[in-house]
């Protein structure tokens, strides 16, 4: 399916070219982050995109669509999701006006041919903000375990652990390398620390494993720091929740810096920090007089 984004009438720097524009699925995330990235291209004069979408696409298809961005039609080509940026980066020869990905995990772990200095917006924020953000959101919190298997994080950990030394935050590791030495982790460090971190971990996640581990921690009187709605609303008294709109005007800016010759490099994704008072204060834990604005305070 192929949409085309229309051109905008409002004043300021044309753009001359087209932008195909390669979607990974049509899930609600996505679709936040094109509507962004449209809202971006209207006020743009000249701007012209078509989008595809992987999943209304056979192989053959997207053969298809491959031969047609190599004829030169498209100047730069933008990719929302890891199954784009996989195509993008490892299917089509250097474009002209250059690539950009979005919401794109770990880009340069999940993507061969993708590496940190490129265009785009990853999925990820880095983990000295995190830290950062939880200090200023929990600010009584002073030990923080966090629940990863370290063939997948321990980097993250790492870089965890350096930035929370200078704000009196003790980071606990709880290695885990299984699904199944889960509770006994939990067992053996939840009385030795405040709250439980849980970070994207392929080995750790699951929506079955953060209902129970978020249960056994309210049972044991600890709080949860989640990474997404999901979160919030599955009782974590932390969350970082993205924001896709504001990601996709994000990306949108990119593409247009791109064609006026402006560099383009990895930024932090638009996100939100939001407390859930009513667990919090089941918990008795200490929230901030005055956080700053993208720390809410929800019911």
Not at 104 to 109: A, L, M, Y
Not at 184 to 199: K, P, V
Not at 202 to 216: G, P, R
Request: proline share 7%.
């Amino acid at each position: 399916m192929i949409l085309a984004l229309p051109a905008a009438s409002a004043a300021g720097p044309a753009m001359s070219g087209k932008t195909a524009i390669v979607v990974s699925r049509q899930i609600r995330p996505f679709i936040e982050v094109l509507e962004g990235i449209r809202s971006v291209f209207k006020d743009i004069p000249g701007a012209a995109a078509e989008t595809y979408f992987l999943d209304q696409m056979d192989e053959a298809r997207q053969d298809q669509a491959l031969a047609k961005f190599g004829d030169g039609g498209y100047r730069i080509f933008l990719a929302i999701g890891p199954e784009a940026a996989e195509l993008l980066w490892n299917r089509l020869p250097a474009a002209d006006g250059g690539k950009i990905y979005s919401v794109v995990r770990n880009p340069e772990k999940n993507i061969s041919a993708l590496d940190r200095e490129q265009c785009g917006v990853p999925l990820n924020i880095p983990p000295a903000e995190q830290v950062r953000r939880i200090h200023q959101g929990l600010p009584g919190i002073e030990r923080i375990g966090i629940i990863y298997d370290p063939a997948h994080n321990e980097a993250f950990y790492e870089a965890a652990q350096a930035a929370a030394a200078s704000l009196g935050i003790l980071i606990k590791p709880l290695r885990v390398n299984s699904r199944q030495s889960i509770s006994e982790i939990l067992r053996a460090h939840l009385d030795s620390i405040d709250c439980l971190w849980m970070i994207p971990d392929q080995t750790v996640i699951s929506e079955t494993i953060i209902h129970y581990v978020i249960k056994t921690c309210l049972v044991q009187g600890k709080s949860v720091i989640g990474y997404n709605k999901f979160f919030y609303e599955s009782g974590a008294c932390l969350s970082f929740v993205f924001d896709f709109h504001q990601i996709g005007r994000q990306t949108g800016a990119m593409v247009a810096d791109l064609y006026q010759g402006k560099p383009c490099g990895r930024q932090t994704p638009a996100y939100e920090v939001w407390l859930n008072k009513r667990v919090c204060k089941r918990l008795e834990t200490e929230l901030p007089e005055n956080p700053p604005p993208m720390i809410k305070v929800q019911p």
